[in-house]
């Protein structure tokens, strides 16, 4: 096999496995593809967007800088950097980036991207004019219509996300992201039962998906207030570790203040109340992670993978 | 593929010989609630070097401002009372500034240490909890010592 060959092989099996979901794969065969080939641009640009699905985001923007070095011109060197510029909340540099990919060639995927800088920015209905302008240009592309519905369902517009979900399950019913927009839909008009079914048909086909774990943690929440308090911490904490920390540090904070300030008034019976609140919740912190992890665990055990995954 | 050479992504972590003895970054985090700052922040920067995670040099600058950091408001805090002749009742109130800045070092080195730790976890092998027998043992000989009834232990290594 020639050179050329053996790299557009390897890039192949990558976005194949990425397809799939299965990003790790995808990172395997593209670190032995850069193993030997170090120079390939778009190696590295493939890299960064497996990278920034796993949250890696330094690695994924050391990257996509480095394909963006390599072949200053690349399309997806651009467009990888635009998506570590976005999952960091620099829209507009991602906006820049998706723009200049744009005035070469209009494609959906930088459509798509563009709406997403767009939507960060709060410029909600320039981000749904470009995801119609990517629907014009592909009508039946059912990552758009996926997208499209999304921002429908962040806006509160739950007729028009019904049905973007609904067309893209009939041109797609295995969508793993369509039947996760779907479940919230369903969970939001109170048929847990039918959210449920959506996020473990969506496992089915990724088992890797972070939404379709969200959304069957959001079902199970709803079904055990108790253990659903910890749950709704969490997507309080928009379920970043860090402002997890801050917020418990604070909590933290104000239980001793107030003990303290109980014990200068000479108020024991306060001080002791508050010191016998703040050690329930260190308990229920302690032990309602793991719970809740053991529930949704539990929940997955039948779910069988689809032959496609 | 020709070779098996394998391209290394930058944070992926890149242990020593050491690397067998580096533990969950729970294990340490844990020697900061039963024991103290002065055994929680060497074994983060020990842990760090040993993973070669990406962050060591970060984490080493952590764990050496954590100690200025503390001894610093300690010594703030006692210049605060003694100069405005503070009533000592409110000491208590006082002391949380140390113990917040104490667990905030604690928590900023776990955090940065989870993501290494779980690729290493990913292409080495699985991290365990090692150490904890160190912890339970320290627990037990520090208060044993007395060290706990020093009041500048306390201040600048608890």
Known sequence: ?309 | MRSGALYQIIDEPRPGVLGRLVSQPWVPLLSFMFVGAFLCWPWFVFNAFALGSHRRWRDLAWAVAGFLGKAALAVGLVAIFESFHLDHRYLGLGRLVPILWSLLVSYRLYLSQQDPAELYETYHAPLGSRGLLLVIAAGITVPALGWYSNPYFVLFLR
């Open chain 1, 1 to 309: 096999m020639s050179d050329d060959l053996e790299h557009r092989h390897w890039l192949g099996l990558a976005r194949q496995q990425l397809t799939r979901g299965d990003v790790r794969g995808a990172i395997e065969i593209l670190r032995r593809m850069l193993g030997e080939m170090p120079d390939s641009a778009s190696g590295h640009a493939l890299l960064a967007i497996c990278l920034v699905q796993q949250k890696r985001l330094a690695a994924a923007e050391h990257e996509a800088r480095e394909a963006l070095a390599l072949e200053p011109e690349s399309a997806l060197g651009r467009m990888s950097l635009a998506g570590v510029h976005l999952a960091r909340h620099r829209a507009r540099q991602a906006e820049a980036l998706y723009r200049e990919v744009l005035a070469e060639s209009q494609e959906p995927i930088a459509l798509r991207g563009l709406a997403q800088s767009l939507e960060q920015q709060g410029r909600k209905k320039e981000a749904r004019a470009a995801l119609d302008e990517a629907l014009a240009l592909e009508p039946e592309d059912v990552d758009t219509l996926v997208l499209r519905g999304e921002l429908a369902w962040r806006e509160r517009r739950f007729a028009d996300a019904e049905a973007d979900a609904a067309e893209a399950l009939t041109l797609e019913p295995e969508h793993a992201e369509a039947l996760i927009l779907r479940g919230h839909l369903l969970l939001r008009r109170g048929k847990i039962e039918e959210a449920r079914e959506h996020a473990l048909w969506a496992l089915r086909s990724d088992a890797t998906s972070r939404t379709a774990l969200v959304l069957l943690a959001a079902v199970k929440a709803r079904q055990s207030w108790w253990l659903g308090l910890w749950w709704r911490f969490n997507t309080f904490a928009t379920g970043s570790q860090a402002r997890i920390m801050t917020i418990l540090l604070g909590l933290w904070v104000a239980a001793r203040v107030a003990e303290q300030i109980a014990s200068l008034l000479q108020a024991s019976g306060a001080a002791t109340g508050i010191s016998t609140i703040w050690l329930a919740f260190c308990a229920y912190t302690w032990v309602a992670p793991g719970m809740f992890r053991r529930m949704v665990e539990r929940e997955l055990e039948p779910v069988h993978l689809s032959d496609r995954y």
